[in-house]
C-alpha cells in the first residue's frame, strides 16, 4: 500500500475548525480527535483540527443541522477564518436539510449562504468518509 500524502504548500499548514451542530458533529469530532479513527491519517496529510479559534483554521467544517437561529453564528464563524478559505459540508441536513428540509427553522443547505468546496453525503457519515472529502478538497485546491 502506498502511502498518501497531501502537499498543501509550503507557506501554511491546513488546519480546519468543526462547527458540529447535531449527530454529523459527533462523527466529525471522532475523525477529528479519536485515536485510531482517521487522526493518524489526518496528520499525515498535514491537517491539524484548531479549537474555538476560527482565526488559525483555513477549512471550516459544517456538520449537523444550520438552524435559521444558528445560522449568524456560522456566518461570523466563516468571516473569521483568514484567506484562502475552504468549506466542508458534511451530512444530509448540512447538505440539504436533510429529514428536517421541509421544517420553517432548517436553513435548506449551507451552500445557499456559504461557497461550500466539498459536500460529503450521509446520515451520518462515517469518519472515514471526512479523510476522503479532506482529499477531495485536496485536489481541487491544487488542481
Given at each position: 500500500?502506498?502511502?498518501?500524502?497531501?502537499?498543501?504548500?509550503?507557506?501554511?499548514?491546513?488546519t480546519?475548525?468543526?462547527?458540529?451542530?447535531?449527530?454529523?458533529?459527533v462523527?466529525?469530532?471522532?475523525?477529528?480527535e479519536?485515536?485510531?479513527?482517521g487522526?493518524?491519517?489526518l496528520?499525515?496529510?498535514?491537517?491539524?483540527?484548531?479549537?474555538?479559534?476560527?482565526?488559525?483554521?483555513h477549512?471550516l467544517?459544517?456538520?449537523?443541522?444550520?438552524?435559521d437561529?444558528?445560522l449568524?453564528?456560522?456566518?461570523?464563524?466563516?468571516?473569521e477564518?483568514?484567506?484562502?478559505?475552504?468549506?466542508?459540508?458534511v451530512g444530509?441536513c448540512?447538505n440539504?436539510?436533510?429529514?428536517y428540509?421541509?421544517s420553517?427553522c432548517?436553513?435548506?443547505?449551507?451552500?445557499?449562504?456559504?461557497?461550500?468546496?466539498?459536500?460529503?453525503?450521509g446520515?451520518?457519515?462515517?469518519?472515514?468518509?471526512l479523510?476522503?472529502?479532506?482529499v477531495?478538497?485536496?485536489?481541487?485546491?491544487?488542481?
Open positions: 500500500m502506498t502511502e498518501l500524502r497531501l502537499d498543501w504548500g509550503t507557506t501554511y499548514h491546513v480546519v475548525l468543526d462547527l458540529g451542530l447535531a449527530c454529523c458533529g462523527e466529525v469530532m471522532a475523525a477529528l479519536g485515536r485510531g479513527n487522526v493518524d491519517e496528520a499525515a496529510l498535514g491537517v491539524t483540527p484548531v479549537h474555538g479559534a476560527p482565526e488559525q483554521a477549512v467544517i459544517v456538520s449537523g443541522t444550520v438552524t437561529v444558528m449568524p453564528a456560522v456566518l461570523a464563524t466563516y468571516a477564518l483568514p484567506e484562502p478559505r475552504y468549506v466542508l459540508s444530509a448540512s440539504t436539510g436533510g429529514p428540509w421541509d420553517y432548517v436553513t435548506k443547505g449551507i451552500d445557499q449562504v456559504l461557497p461550500v468546496h466539498v459536500a460529503i453525503p446520515c451520518p457519515p462515517r469518519p472515514e468518509a479523510l476522503e472529502g479532506l477531495a478538497l485536496h485536489k481541487l485546491v491544487t488542481a
